[in-house]
């Protein structure tokens, strides 16, 4: 009995004028975004091999190993995501690479000078693509199709299958057949899940055989099983539409006021909540730091650092006044005096490389460190306000798409993490080789006290952009599992709406 | 017999759940949404005055004229509450130098929240909320305006009337109509409150012109999306296909055609021929600002390397260079030395050379500008114009002074006070004096350097810029109501 009132539902809406409207929309949607992605996606590619390959070469021609530790393990880019035309996730805006963060030459005595060595620099935002002349406008990415498209569809297939049997009558004849009341509504459910859905997989197929034509896009197998689940994510969304269309139309009597209900309610889901709860929530977290404050608190940590050298210049003054008093000084050769100076004042730094290469370490770990944790700060505010803008459905949506595809925030913070673990291993390396040369000092930091034994090119590490489908799955879990939460409840809503609603 | 139909409608409208729903969600939405944007509004102008704060620091501490680092920012508008536009999201520093005319490439970076990352989340204003909401009740208040009736068979019971079926069309019309007005109106008088409340929020008699303009503008899409819902209900038989149709027409018009528009077509296309193009002139112009240096220290008893030549500077700071300048601070030791003369002429003549230079490098960037991002960005505007709700997103940035106009109004007046402070420097020749470089006479006195403002345009500027707009949709009214009534009229009931 209920797979024939799941075909009746399905075969009316197929008849129907919305289901047509649907299909021509959603393919036109999904071809633009094919096309659009075959247009600019094989140019970032190319760019990223092309940089990534630089890099690779300048790594591999450092062969000493104070140099790899002063030039650092060079500039880390993001590699392109071959699944980007599924959700932009603000990739514009977000770092796309985290180079050296600087560096600075402190004399330490005459003729004589400190160099800093590589540190990970601070990933500032691109709010130069934020500040265009162009109009904004949202990007046409699967995203925007299964937010908007996929949740709006489904109200226009269900606001009248209860109240509008209701209205005709026909509802009152549908049970007076030996029929229950959750057999009927779980009819009208998949054939209103059929009517949204296919259309979308017939989209959803045009476009990936746009995609596949482009040799750039590279779809491995982790890539179609990301696809899948991603399709399985929109399917689960349209469906907890179509549930709340049902619990609407079974409450209220009239099909004109449901469909209002159901499109104020959409209104308010899915266009506004996603950006208003988002700054709203901001508003009253716990402050960050702002750029004026992080940087003061990071110079007063930095001088801190920087006392024992300061300590060992006014010494080195001190000694050179007793020894050479001004009157002995100006009676010898100007280019004597300094010969005798510097040697006198390489005497002392020798005595203080130790200390020199534990203040160029000590600096290193203090700005790294510093910045991690406004970093931190930063995106615990971002993390707690996209949980509250999980009040909505399409922003659930939005993340878990984005997590599965490998784009937005929290590709972001991988790809951060990656990062800091590369620096970990580059430093262990290097501690490593260094430990394997005896003759060497162990002074890690400074160019005397270091192995100077060349490093083969191909033991140097390199540092490799990776998603892996697990960390795609880790990230997207949480959302998933709240989506099909969701739609249990939706559904359940929906039975106890309906079974309790007079007909 | 006009007042009766108008009468019963509006009875009908007021009476019924969809418009309690409708006065209900707008008025809630848009309270909700103004307290969100006053709060970034509020944010925004903390940070623009601590911004002022510091530079005027700056200028405090600048103890020689050409180690002045000016730089002036735009004030955000308090209009932006309704129409965001740029304002937002377009930078709003802009570095003063008389070597260097202000161009749109070289604003700074937009006035962010403390949390930059918060930029991820979109912003909505009040015009973005009408514009979606309004036309979904426009949409729905008429899709079953005359499908309805002429289903529920009262349509032919009105029309054995003695009456025109032109009034019952402008009957249906004006009820629903005076129905759509009551939840803008409500939501805009709390708005108006909530406004008041804010202290920050300095509205004079100017700014509520413009938001009048912008209640107009609203009005007029109002109107232009309800008559295209009567159009799409005349020509229907039937009230389910009309509301499907409409709901669809909906989508099209406000969702997707202006970000598809934006997404899928590059108007412009490559532009960098033209920018290398620009760039290899200004190369030119200043290997001439190299060629004239040489001229002049050629002829100059000068020797050494510039800027300070072999004089002896005991101390001197030498700080970044911006268009051929130095930011020069030094401390002569001999103030009697007979080269400093000279050095000063070098700097008087270096500096008039560059302004003069500036100027032309600045009609160069200004023209690349207007042929690469301004007219991309005019192209865009007139692509996704072909939908009434980026019509109307367009005019109200007009009338509050977000669009690309404003933000070249902004420029336009940065460059003005780059002249002003090009004369004022001239007036106490500061360029040929020996504080220029050197401490020796103490510090400047910069009390009297004009501060700079940006005022907004008088209205009628904004009203003529949101005009164009303003009149398509008011054609589009015209236009779509005489079809619907020529369609009204032949029909069969």
Redesign the interface.
């Known amino acids: 009995m209920i797979w024939h009132i799941v075909t009746r539902e399905f075969f009316d809406h197929l008849n129907s004028l919305r289901f047509a409207l649907a299909t021509l929309i959603l393919a036109a949607l999904m071809v633009t975004n094919a096309v659009v992605h075959l247009r600019r996606h094989p140019e970032q590619v190319r760019k990223y091999s092309e940089r990534v390959n630089t890099v690779r070469n300048a790594v591999k021609s450092r062969t000493q190993l104070y140099l790899l530790l002063q030039k650092g393990p060079g500039d880390f880019r993001k590699r392109p995501p071959s699944l980007a035309f599924i959700a932009d996730g603000g990739e514009a805006l977000l770092p796309g690479q985290i180079g050296s963060g600087g560096s600075w030459t402190k004399t330490t005595g005459p003729g004589n000078s400190l160099k800093s060595v590589w540190w990970m620099g601070y990933p500032y935002l691109n709010l130069r693509a934020m500040s265009s002349l162009r109009p904004t406008a949202t990007k046409i990415d699967w995203v925007f199709i299964i937010t908007y498209l996929l949740s709006f569809l489904p109200i226009l297939f269900t606001f009248d299958a209860l109240s509008g049997e209701r209205e005709q009558g026909t509802l009152r004849l549908c049970l007076a057949n030996p029929i229950s009341r959750h057999a009927l509504l779980l009819g009208k459910f998949i054939g209103a899940l059929l009517a949204v859905l296919i259309p979308f997989y017939f989209a959803v197929l045009l476009n990936l055989a746009i995609i596949s034509t482009d040799t750039w896009t590279q779809l491995d197998t982790a890539a179609w099983g990301r696809l899948g689940l991603i399709v399985l994510i929109a399917s689960c969304y349209a469906g907890i539409f179509i549930a709340v269309g049902l619990i609407v139309s079974a409450a209220t009597r009239e099909s004109r006021l449901t469909l209002i209900l159901l499109l104020l309610i959409w209104v308010t889901m899915v266009v506004f909540m996603p950006s208003t709860l988002g700054t709203l929530a901001a508003k009253w977290m716990a402050p960050v730091q702002t750029q004026n404050q992080f940087n003061k608190a990071k110079e007063a940590a930095l001088d801190q650092v920087n006392e024992p050298l300061k300590q060992m210049r006014e010494r080195l003054e001190k000694q050179l006044l007793s020894r050479y008093s001004l009157s002995n000084l100006p009676k010898m050769p100007r280019a004597a005096a300094q010969a005798l100076v510097e040697a006198e004042s390489a005497k002392v730094v020798d005595a203080d490389l130790p200390m020199l290469a534990a203040l160029v370490r000590k600096d290193v770990e203090v700005r790294e460190r510093s910045n991690r944790e406004h970093l931190a700060a930063q995106s615990a505010q971002v993390q707690r306000a996209r949980a509250i803008t999980r009040f909505s459905p399409a922003a659930t949506v939005q993340y878990a798409l984005e997590s599965m595809a490998g784009t937005g925030f929290n590709r972001h913070l991988h790809f951060l993490d990656s990062v800091r673990l590369h620096i970990r291993q580059f430093r262990d390396f290097i501690e490593e080789r260094e430990r394997a040369d005896a003759a060497s000092l162990h002074l890690i930091g400074i160019p005397q006290g270091m192995s100077e034994k060349p490093v083969p090119p191909q033991a140097i590490p390199i540092f490799e952009d990776k998603v892996t489908f697990r960390d795609t799955l880790n990230t997207a879990m949480g959302d998933i599992l709240l989506l099909v939460l969701l739609l249990g409840g939706c559904l359940l809503g929906a039975f106890l709406v309906f079974v309790r609603s007079e007909v | 017999m006009l007042r009766t139909l108008i009468r019963q409608e509006l009875l009908v409208h007021l009476m019924s759940?969809?418009f309690f729903?409708?006065v209900v969600?707008t008025v809630l939405?848009v309270v909700?949404?103004t307290?969100?944007l006053l709060?970034?509004y509020e944010e925004r102008l903390a940070n623009h005055s601590q911004r002022e704060a510091v530079m005027r620091g700056k200028i405090a501490d600048a103890p020689t004229y050409s180690s002045l680092r000016l730089a002036v920012a735009r004030p955000p508008n308090p209009l932006s509450l309704f129409s965001a536009g740029?304002d937002t999201?377009?930078?709003s520093a802009v570095d003063i130098f008389h070597t260097q005319v202000p161009s749109?490439l070289r604003?700074g970076?937009?006035l962010?929240?403390?949390?930059?990352?918060?930029?991820?989340?979109?912003?909505?204003d009040l015009v973005f909320?009408f514009q979606?909401?309004l036309s979904?009740l426009a949409l729905?208040f008429a899709y079953?305006t005359i499908a309805g009736d002429s289903e529920a068979g009262t349509l032919r019971l009105v029309l054995s009337h003695p009456v025109g079926r032109g009034a019952v069309l402008f009957a249906k019309y004006l009820a629903a109509m005076v129905c759509l007005l009551l939840p803008l109106l409500m939501s805009l008088l709390l708005v108006l409150i909530q406004c008041t409340l804010a202290p920050s929020l300095q509205l004079g008699p100017a700014e509520f012109l413009r938001i009048g303009g912008i209640v107009v503008t609203t009005v007029v899409y109002l109107s232009a999306f309800y008559l295209i819902g009567l159009l799409i209900s005349t020509t229907t038989r039937r009230a389910?296909?009309s509301?499907?149709?409409c709901?669809?027409v909906w989508?099209?018009l406000v969702?997707?055609y202006?970000?598809?528009?934006?997404?899928?077509i590059d108007p412009i296309g490559d532009t960098n021929a033209r920018r290398t193009s620009a760039y290899q002139q200004i190369d030119q112009i200043r290997e001439e600002a190299e060629r004239e240096e040489r001229r002049f220290l050629a002829n100059s008893p000068l020797t050494g390397k510039p800027p300070w030549f072999n004089i002896d500077f005991p101390e001197s700071r030498r700080m970044f260079w911006r268009g051929g300048a130095d930011q020069l601070i030094g401390k002569l030791r001999n103030t009697a030395d007979p080269l400093v003369p000279h050095l000063q002429q070098y700097h008087a003549f270096m500096n008039q050379m560059h302004i003069r230079l500036a100027e032309k490098e600045g009609l160069v960037r200004q023209q690349m500008v207007a042929e690469t991002?301004?007219r991309?960005?005019r192209w865009?505007?007139r692509l996704?114009k072909l939908s009434p709700a980026?019509l109307y997103s367009?005019a109200t940035a007009a009338w509050a002074g977000t669009d690309?106009d404003g933000?070249v109004d902004y420029l336009r007046a940065t460059r003005r006070y780059r002249r002003t402070y090009i004369t004022y420097l001239q007036d106490k020749e500061a360029f040929a004096s020996r504080q220029w470089f050197a401490t020796n006479d103490g510090p400047v006195a910069w009390s009297d350097l004009p501060p700079f403002r940006f005022r907004p345009a008088a209205v009628g500027v904004y009203a003529q810029r949101a005009l164009p707009e303003l009149l398509v949709l008011c054609l589009i009214n015209l236009g779509v109501f005489m079809g619907t009534f020529l369609i009204f009229v032949k029909m069969e009931v």
């Open positions: 759940a969809r729903a409708a969600i939405l909700a949404n307290f969100v709060g970034a740029l999201r377009f930078g749109l604003v970076a937009p962010s929240s403390k949390n930059p990352y918060l930029n991820l989340f979109s912003h909505i909320l979606v909401v979904l729905l079953d389910a296909t509301l499907i149709l709901m669809f989508v099209v969702l997707v202006p970000n598809w528009s934006r997404f899928a991002e301004l991309r960005a865009d505007e996704m980026s367009f690309v933000i």
